[in-house]
């Protein structure tokens, strides 16, 4: 279930991840949450992505 393979991905990468595909905010909007650089926002955004595409499709 795609809901689980959330949990499956780091918390930082998760917390980055969701503003920006979720709620669809920008990189500096999604860095001022966790209180993030947008560039370290951007990267584990990508890294949380792409273990969630490795989770879901096996």
């Known amino acids: 279930m795609a809901s689980d393979a959330w949990l499956e991905i780091a918390r930082d990468q998760a917390e980055a ?4 595909v979720v709620v669809g905010l920008d ?3 999604a860095a001022r949450m966790p209180g993030k650089r947008a560039g370290a926002v951007r ?3 990508h ?3 792409r273990r969630l595409a490795r989770e879901m499709l096996g």
């Open 43 to 45: 990267s584990a955004a």
């Open 47 to 49: 890294r949380g992505l």
């Open 27 to 29: 990189e500096p909007a």
């Open 17 to 20: 991840a969701l503003p920006r």
